[in-house]
């Protein structure tokens, strides 16, 4: 069972009345991207999550290694993986990639990547909900006060950024102009949420039992599950053997327990969630959405990892815009809105072969899956998938922000009930 981490008893003070430039509610892929990208900045940056960083992994943790290598995150790979197989109940299919998976471990990832965050603060809280701006004591916002218990880092923001926007949260009242919806598929912060299983979301339930593998297997059978597929990711010395229904309503611990019996390991240590497969408003209310939070999952393969660190980098770009340059903050929802809605052809075409696969004939498919498996025509579909949210786009980060050089105030900073991102580093 996880053991949650979050601050109890005396260390978990009030938040009240704490004031930001910048306030990433969500600490895992799309966030912490997000606040990787204004380290320097000399915004104020606050981070909270429900649980400490790296808590608590909701996925099978496995994203392109170029993506991990670019964002300097290859120390917490724990294995490369080079092929995929495909199996239908009539054949299977090994495919050479022309690049290659690596399944990780999320507490390392999720504390290297806060190690990047340069001064952004960390908190645990619950964040639920919006605070409607006009019912905000402005007295209160940014004054530190009534045993707010952040005397000292709870200073007013940066002016000029734009009106503060309240969030409310277990901890207390925070605010900022620039507030980033990084919750995952519950969308906390919007104005109408899913709800499953009436709304266009998947789900996935997987179990980590030791094992060992060298490929990323994929089976599509529909008497394991009628629409979707199963996976085994080889993770060092753990296997994460898993199902995914593209149809919400359909349960599928049977299906993943089945999977486990099938491949002799112990169906042990589970973990699931719901994931989106459409794309949703990336702005709303003068409020950033980036991850799930905005439908940044590709349908048809369930990856969101990669789109969460993109989306999330072009979010934390345009909000360094803002803090940096004065870029109006209408001005950066409306140029990170237009480039998430750039992206919709790619995730069209993704949820149309994700009704078209289950949709095939088992034989037509298997035949398909042959078909495919030409070098060539690996690496052209593979290339274009890649493409579709590439590494490249967080290299150049790496180029000009000289990221490794942040810290050094949130240290000064810190205290009991905080987490700086320079106190990972140390
Ligand atoms: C079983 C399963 C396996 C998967 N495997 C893969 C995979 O191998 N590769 C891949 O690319 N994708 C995979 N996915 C999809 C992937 O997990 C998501 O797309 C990805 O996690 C999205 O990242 P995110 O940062 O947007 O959201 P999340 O990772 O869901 O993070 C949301 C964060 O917000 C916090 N939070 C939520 N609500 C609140 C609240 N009210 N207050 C405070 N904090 C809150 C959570 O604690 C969490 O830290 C898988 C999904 C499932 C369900």
Request: one cysteine or more; glycine letters at 12%.
């Amino acid at each position: 069972m996880t053991v949650r981490a979050t601050a109890r008893g005396r260390a978990r003070t009030s938040l009240d009345g704490t004031r930001c430039d910048v306030l990433v509610c969500g600490a895992s892929f799309a966030g912490l991207a997000v606040a990787r990208e204004l380290a320097g900045s000399g915004a104020r940056v606050v981070v909270v999550d429900r649980y400490e960083i790296g808590e608590r992994a909701t996925s099978a943790c496995a994203a392109p290694t170029p993506w991990l290598t670019a964002m300097g995150l290859s120390g917490a790979i724990v294995q490369e993986i080079r092929h995929m197989r495909f199996a239908t109940p009539h054949g299977a299919v090994r495919y050479r990639l022309p690049w290659s998976w690596s399944s990780f471990d999320y507490r390392r990832l999720c504390r290297l990547l806060f190690e990047q965050c340069g001064d952004a603060e960390f908190h645990t809280a619950k964040v639920e909900g919006r605070v409607d701006a006009g019912r905000v004591d402005p007295g209160r916002v940014g004054s530190g006060q009534a045993g707010s218990g952040v005397e000292g880092r709870a200073g007013p923001g940066r002016p000029g950024l734009g009106e503060p926007i309240a969030v409310r949260t277990d901890r207390g009242t925070l605010s900022a102009p620039l507030v980033v919806d990084a919750l995952g598929w519950r969308r906390v912060l919007g104005a109408d949420g899913y709800q499953p299983p009436r709304a266009p979301l998947s789900r996935g339930l997987e179990v980590h039992p030791v094992g060992a593998g060298e490929d990323l297997d994929v089976w599509i059978e529909r008497g394991l599950v009628r629409r979707g597929y199963a996976w085994r990711v080889p993770a060092g010395g753990e296997v994460r053997v898993g199902v995914g229904s593209y149809a919400p309503a359909e349960h599928v611990r049977e299906a993943t327990v089945a999977l486990a019996g099938r491949l002799a390991v112990e169906p042990e240590r589970y973990q699931g969630n719901w994931f989106p497969h459409r794309l949703r408003a990336a702005t709303e209310g003068s409020v950033f959405f980036a991850g799930d939070s905005a439908g940044h999952c590709f349908p048809l393969s369930g990856e969101g990892i990669r789109t969460a660190f993109y989306f999330g980098i072009a979010c934390g770009r345009e909000l360094r815009a803002v803090v940096e340059d004065g870029q109006p903050r209408e001005r950066a929802l409306e140029r990170y809105d237009a480039f998430s809605a750039s992206h919709r052809r790619a995730f069209a075409v993704a949820l149309g072969l994700q009704r078209l696969v289950p949709a095939l004939p088992p034989r037509v498919l298997t035949l398909a899956l042959r078909a495919m498996g030409r070098q060539w025509i690996v690496d052209r579909s593979f290339g274009w998938y890649l493409r579709q949210a590439p590494p490249s786009f967080a290299e150049s980060h790496l180029q000009s922000r000289g990221w490794r050089r942040g810290g050094t105030k949130a240290a000064s900073r810190s205290s009991s009930s905080t987490t700086s991102a320079a106190s990972y580093r140390a």
